[in-house]
């Protein structure tokens, strides 16, 4: 007999009941009891405890993990309220909805939602319930990676806080995400400011569990910015123990297991391994008591791993536990122990059983990487490669090389789209829009059916009916993979990138031309892999990866300081460090490098690099001997090849030359009285990473000379016309080639925040940021991006070149379909560019590929002695498809009349040499 349905009383009363679940986060009981009163909530006319019980019914959804179905009952709730006299009530609606769609992960209409929300608020006088909408609209922007959105709207939310009530929830909440969205910025000064105006708080308030929280937040903000100085350490240790010290008294379990955790990692770094191990031993005694299986396994892990080198049978015993207690769930910790088991295997000699647990330990997370949002609660990317990759050399067959070749072409396949994942860029617009949406449903449908999966251990049918609809959801989406793979390649390169193997690697290459993949392995080494047509080289580097960023550190800070010849010696040990073991194994006949770097390597320019000529013992620089240009991976060389080859031919026989799009300067500085608001507002989120800009007088001339080697279509937009509304509004596709001579402006905090600056106007601020650049449509062979520190984080500061290894801007528009890429490693005169760029197009012009024109005006530069110092020229690097040339046209202009007359004068002189020559010979022939 089927249960009754309940009445409308009986449904309040469970109503009444229901909430108090959720506030004792009872989120399943909630559920339950209000599931079956659904129905009743369909039935008559619209009440407001109708409306109530659907949006508690929803986030009783949200606990259980059953997202959707929340969002389609908070939906309900928004249209119940609709039709009542309540506006308090719908827009308690509408803020639940919102709720719903940041938890799928759908942003943009969480905003949208949240956004409606503040605006019914806005003619209330209900100034709390204002600074709440937006501190949610923060919130969101934060988590889009909008901060400089985000922080404008904490700001406004803390303008409305009552100063009257400094015990308020609400300050805490909003300093504490305001703190955050600084620490995104890079402004950890103003973070920390905001983390102590909430302490402020918190002596009135009076609430320990907030103040473990800020503390806690003080104290990882410490410990993200120990790479500036080390002294944070102990300053960190301090403030987690305080925090530890009130949490053992006012804390939860999982809150205090999780300090520890944290603390743990402290007291690692600073050396204090014993006290980590007991803090981690009584976290897993707690974890223990607990049903946690992934916390407790997390922490059986970290225990482990810090007795491998002592007690390494007792550390085995703790990742076989791990193991257990998983079993077989939440892959990434699976991945984690499998890969502290291979290690620890590795390290006892045992090799054979060390590359079968670290090949499991990539399985365990392979099939994870198919639906790329889940990325980002996994590991990063790189962390389990090393192990596998070093096992495969130890043992060193043949095939073990094309495997860890392999292993490490995954790496970095995986590690950037984890990255695209975490900072939320796009990646093709492309894509067709339904194709999209039955996308992103089917991999929300996978979020859920893994958080479900979570949630049955202990019911045995339960689960096996979840893996039956996970497993046909995972066929689905791999059928789905396939036909996006077909209608759009470009997206699907990048978002399920399929890494090559070494032939497919060689099949890339001619026969001038080699892959060189730089990598660290476990330890203090690094491997380097030489892929060219004969066949795969490798040789491992006995430096440690962190000396090695060290180095390169120094190395620029030396190559800044123009006046001296520090440098030179650095040079010459990097080159022989990380060169000539490479050029041994190069067959003859090689003229071009493509470099993949590990990140410790990304900031070096290897063409400044010197070594002493064999013959004549004179130094040469790498670019005197070979073309040098970078990828950030075979496998995605292989897509910009493609790409390059598709659009030659789709292109008409004997087609033009290349339409160029030339962007120059803005007309105004973003600093300036007149700029816009928006342009003004978005700036000063720059300064609080300390962020400059400065005139760029020979810009406008640079785009002038460039726009001049553009074919028919050819488009320049400078001063005030280089709007960044141009930019988003305009067909792109038709341009071949891109030239930005502007600032470059990078986040090292939120690489999606970096920017290219236009002139603003009343629609966009004029920062053309590195997401946006990923939402363009482009067609382009090649964008030049003349500007300051447009590849990685680099400036001329105090003397030295600084690197932090940021998101490259240059990367945003391989996302937009461009196939190279010319950028600048490091902040360079607009002089010194704009000589660069014209050699650089000149011989471009003559038919020379990308890669050997750019050579070619670094020798030119190298001639002369205004530029011939590496601070000069070799902060440009050519990043992707390389060996192909870009039909340009002759300028006409003065340029080529310079030209020809310095051509004129040299034949000139000949002839008369040569005349005087044959003068001389008839007088002396006369005199004999």
């Known amino acids: 007999m089927a249960d009754a349905t309940p009445s409308a009383d009986d449904c309040r009363q469970q109503l009444h009941v229901a909430r108090e679940a959720i506030e004792s986060s009872r989120a399943e009981q909630s559920f339950a009891l209000l599931r079956p009163c659904l129905d009743v909530t369909r039935q008559g006319d619209a009440e407001p405890w109708k409306a109530e019980l659907q949006m508690t019914l929803a986030v009783g959804a ?27 009530l719908h827009i308690k609606a509408l803020t639940t909805e919102a709720d719903m769609h940041f938890y799928l992960g759908d942003l943009e209409s969480a905003l949208a939602t949240f956004r409606r929300a503040a605006h019914l608020l806005e003619t209330t006088d209900d100034t709390i319930a204002q600074a709440t909408a937006l501190k949610n609209i923060g919130i969101t922007e934060n988590n889009m990676g909008r901060h400089e959105h985000a922080l404008w709207s904490l700001k406004q939310a803390h303008e409305l806080l009552p100063t009257d009530e400094p015990e308020h929830e609400l300050w805490i909440s909003i300093l504490g995400n305001l703190g955050a969205v600084y620490e995104r910025l890079g402004a950890h000064g103003l973070a920390l400011d905001a983390y102590r105006e909430a302490l402020d708080h918190l002596t009135v308030r009076h609430n320990p569990n907030e103040r473990v929280d800020i503390l806690l937040r003080i104290g990882r ?59 981690m031993t009584e976290n897993v005694r707690l974890r223990r008591l607990a049903d946690s299986p992934p916390h407790l396994a997390a922490d059986l892990i970290h225990l482990g791993s810090l007795q491998q080198t002592q007690q390494p049978r007792q550390a085995e015993v703790l990742f076989e536990e791990a193991l257990t207690v998983l079993n077989g769930n939440f892959p990434p910790l699976v991945s984690w122990a499998l890969t502290e088991l291979a290690e620890l295997n590795l390290l006892q000699g045992d090799i054979d059983r060390a590359i079968e647990l670290s090949e499991q330990a990539v399985a365990a997370v392979d099939e994870m990487y198919r639906e790329p949002e ?43 789209l984890r990255r695209l994942m975490l900072e939320r860029i796009p990646l093709d617009p492309s894509l067709d829009p339904e194709l999209d949406l039955r996308r992103q449903e089917l991999e929300a449908h996978l979020q859920q059916l893994r958080q479900r999966l979570d949630q049955t251990q202990e019911n045995h049918l339960e689960r096996q009916r979840v893996l039956e609809d996970l497993a046909e959801a995972q066929a689905d989406h791999q059928a789905l993979v396939a036909v996006i793979r077909q209608q759009s390649p470009h997206f699907a390169a990048l978002r399920y990138p399929e890494p090559v193997g070494v032939e497919q690697a060689q099949a890339l290459l001619d026969d001038r031309t080699a892959f060189v993949t730089y990598v660290s392995l476990l330890g203090d080494e690094v491997a380097v892999f030489v892929v060219d047509r004969d066949g795969l080289g490798v040789v491992r580097l006995p430096i440690s990866p962190k000396a090695l960023e060290e180095r390169i550190t120094g190395y620029l800070e030396l190559l800044s300081q123009t006046h001296q010849d520090g440098w030179r010696t650095v040079s010459r040990d990097l080159h022989g460090q990380l060169v000539a073991p490479v050029r041994a194994l190069l067959p003859t006949g090689i003229e071009s490098l493509i470099l993949v770097l590990d990140r410790e390597l990304s900031q070096l320019p290897f063409e400044s690099l010197l070594a002493a000529d064999i013959a004549t013992g004179a130094e040469r620089y790498l670019i005197q001997d070979l073309a040098i240009s970078y990828a950030p991976s075979a496998t995605l060389m292989r897509e910009l090849i493609r790409l390059a080859d598709e659009r030659r031919s789709s292109a008409p026989t004997g087609a033009a030359s290349t339409a160029a799009l030339v962007i120059g300067p803005p007309v105004t500085s973003p600093t300036g009285s007149n700029a816009p608001e928006a342009s003004r507002r978005t700036w000063h989120t720059y300064e609080l990473e300390g962020q400059a800009v400065g005139p760029l007088p020979g810009a406008a001339a640079e785009a002038e000379l460039v726009a001049r080697y553009g074919g028919k279509g050819s488009v320049s937009r400078i001063g005030a016309d280089a709007t960044e509304t141009w930019i988003q509004q305009s067909p792109l596709e038709s341009f071949g080639l891109l030239h930005f001579a502007t600032h470059g402006i990078l986040s090292p905090q939120t690489p999606a925040r970096s920017a290219l600056l236009l002139t603003g106007d009343a629609e966009h601020d004029g920062f053309l940021q590195a997401r946006e650049i990923s939402q363009l449509r482009l067609a382009a062979d090649l964008v030049v991006l003349s500007a300051c520190r447009t590849v990685e984080h680099g400036a001329v500061e105090h003397g030295a070149i600084r690197g932090d290894g940021a998101q490259s801007i240059a990367n945003s528009f391989f996302h937009a379909g461009a196939t190279s890429v010319l950028a600048s490693l490091w902040e360079v005169g607009d002089q010194q560019t704009r000589h660069l760029m014209a050699s650089f197009y000149h011989h471009l012009a003559n038919g020379s590929s990308k890669a050997e024109a750019l050579r070619r005006a670094k020798l030119d530069a190298l001639a002369s002695n205004d530029t011939r110092h590496p601070t000069g020229w070799a902060a440009f690097v050519l990043i992707g498809e390389g060996a192909r040339s870009l039909p340009l046209v002759h300028p006409r202009g003065w340029i080529s009349m310079g030209l020809v007359a310095v051509l004129f004068v040299v034949v000139l002189g000949a002839l008369l040499l040569g005349a005087g020559v044959v003068y001389r010979r008839s007088v002396k022939a006369s005199e004999e």
């Not at 804390?251 to 391994?273: E, F, K, M």
Request: aromatic letters at 8%.
């Open 221 to 279: 903000l410490y410990l993200d910015q120990l790479y500036l100085d080390q002294d944070l350490l102990e300053r960190a240790i301090e403030t987690l123990e305080q925090a530890q010290a009130l949490a053992r008294v006012h804390s939860a379990v999982p809150n205090r297991t999780w300090l520890a955790s944290i603390l743990a990692d402290a007291y690692q770094l600073a050396g204090r391994r014993d006290e980590a191990r007991v803090l």
């Open 62 to 88: 949200l606990g259980v993990g059953d997202y959707r179905f929340g969002l389609d009952i908070a939906r309900e709730a928004v249209a119940q309220t609709s039709w009542l006299d309540d506006r308090d």
């Open 374 to 416: 889940a990325v980002a609660g996994l590991l990063p990317g790189r962390s389990i490669y090393p192990t596998a990759i070093t096992a495969l050399l130890e043992r060193g067959t043949a095939v073990d090389l094309r495997r860890a070749f392999s292993f490490t072409e995954q790496a970095l396949s995986k590690a950037l």
